[in-house]
């Protein structure tokens, strides 16, 4: 009985992929004085360790927080900050993201930071609490966006929309489904 080719380019060009992937680091933003927060679209490292340097180039670990978590406080007048997701051995697992400086962020009322593996599966991070829920929208040219794709109960950061290609942004909603800016930015899915 003869052996099942196997498709050699397709599984390097896989391979390469995921390799690459894993390699970028978390895109990392300051939305407040108070507050980084970051966007990370593949799984999750066991911690995340922040580093901060008052100068902008000695950094000393600053903290860690869990793998799920993607905000932290930095320390007041801590001029720069990055992070580097970690194992539970304390080894790297992750690029460094890029490096922000909290103290320079213009505080707005409410941010949005929505991530996405490429393949649906979404995330999001906010500066705000609320136990109200999300409003999530689906558009084909990221551009054009009709009524609500779908919604989120407020307690929950995370939602699977595989199987559905295009664009998403997500805003937070009232008990009536009503939209409360802002959107978040958008992101893609290849619906696979």
């Known amino acids: 009985m003869a052996q099942p080719k196997i498709n050699r380019r397709g599984w390097l060009a896989t391979w390469l992929h995921k390799r690459q992937q894993a390699r970028r680091g978390p895109v990392l933003a300051a939305v407040s004085p108070g507050l980084i927060v970051w966007r990370w679209s593949n799984l999750n490292p066991t911690n995340w360790n922040v580093y901060i340097s008052f100068d902008?180039?000695?950094?000393?670990?600053?903290?860690?927080?869990?793998?799920?978590?993607?905000?932290?406080?930095?320390?007041?007048?801590s001029a720069w900050a990055y992070i580097v997701g970690v194992d539970g051995?304390?080894?790297?697992?992750?690029?460094?993201?890029?490096?922000?400086?909290?103290?320079?962020?213009?505080?707005?009322?409410?941010?949005?930071?929505?991530?996405?593996?490429?393949?649906?599966?979404?995330?999001?991070?906010?500066?705000?609490?609320?136990?109200?829920?999300?409003?999530?929208?689906?558009?084909?040219?990221?551009?054009?966006?009709?009524?609500?794709?779908?919604?989120?109960?407020?307690?929950?950061?995370?939602?699977?929309?595989?199987?559905?290609?295009g664009y998403f942004r997500i805003c937070q909603c009232d008990w009536d489904g009503i939209d409360i800016m802002p959107y978040s930015n958008v992101v893609h899915s290849d619906g696979l």
């Open 89 to 165: 051995n304390g080894l790297e697992t992750t690029a460094h993201s890029n490096a922000v400086r909290p103290d320079d962020a213009v505080n707005p009322a409410n941010v949005i930071v929505l991530g996405s593996d490429g393949h649906g599966h979404l995330t999001w991070t906010m500066n705000f609490n609320s136990d109200w829920g999300f409003n999530i929208y689906l558009s084909a040219d990221g551009t054009t966006w009709g009524h609500t794709f779908d919604g989120a109960d407020g307690g929950v950061r995370a939602i699977d929309e595989s199987g559905a290609a």
């Open 56 to 77: 902008g180039t000695n950094y000393q670990l600053a903290g860690s927080v869990a793998g799920n978590v993607f905000q932290y406080v930095p320390q007041s007048g």
